[in-house]
């Protein structure tokens, strides 16, 4: 069964770096996610992208938080200047068609640690 | 103002012990909702939607059910395997999804 694949697993990086975090969505899906959860607490969205433009994104993603489909396999999240606030988990999702039609198929997350 | 709340937080069951999980919403124009389950250090795992009141889908030990204001997840004679946490997720007008803080599950041998 096809699934979202995300890289590295485990990302620790000191605070101020950047971190690209990567997935590769289940390949005839149209619409991509990312998401965080901050430990023990609830799964936030982040960031929608469809047809190569970020289609909606929370009070979250402010400017040093950036997405990019580079290729058409490979969707990135890059944060630019990394806060101790940004350790997290980051999941991307992806779904084949307009939302309500179709549940967000999740990849395994990224635990980003920011020291 | 939270539109997903799920009750309770955490839930320990004997196996073989039934119970009930519950979701409720406030979003306007519920497009869907869905349940998934989360293991930990794991993305969340999609179980069944359900789109209008008065659905029902089933899955092995789990029936999720859904009312104009919320949903529930019964899961009935749980094993240890089920153990896990249930995330309650809808989706609204604008196909945005709004996710619950979930129920951990621990089902006791």
């Known amino acids: 069964e096809p699934e979202v694949t995300q890289t590295p697993s485990h990302q620790v990086t000191q605070m101020g770096q950047e971190v690209i975090l990567r997935c590769v969505p289940i390949?005839?899906?149209?619409?991509f996610y990312w998401y965080r959860q901050i430990l023990g607490q609830k799964v936030e969205f982040l960031v929608s992208f469809y047809n190569n433009e970020i289609s909606e994104k929370s009070e979250i993603f402010d400017d040093q938080f950036s997405v990019e489909r580079p290729d058409g396999s490979n969707f990135t999240l890059k944060i630019r200047s990394t806060k101790l606030e940004d350790s997290a988990m980051y999941f991307c999702a992806s779904v084949a068609e307009s939302s309500y039609n179709s549940p967000l198929h999740f990849g395994n997350g990224t635990r980003l640690t920011v020291t | 103002e939270d539109q997903v709340t799920q009750s309770p937080e955490a839930l320990r069951l004997q196996e073989g012990e039934s119970s009930s999980l519950n979701c409720s919403y406030t979003?306007?124009?519920?497009?869907?909702l869905f349940w998934y389950r989360q293991d930990p250090g794991k993305g969340p795992e999609f179980l069944f939607t359900l789109y209008s009141a008065g659905e029902e889908k089933e899955k092995e030990r789990l029936k999720a059910t859904l009312t104009k204001k919320e949903s529930f997840l019964h899961i009935t004679a749980p094993k240890p395997e089920d153990s896990a946490t249930y995330l309650c997720?809808?989706?609204?007008?604008?196909?945005?999804?709004?996710f619950g803080s979930g129920t951990k599950l621990n089902v006791k041998p």
């Open positions: 997720a809808v989706v609204d007008n604008f196909n945005k999804f709004y």
């Open positions: 390949s005839n899906h149209l619409y």
């Open positions: 979003v306007s124009g519920l497009r869907g």
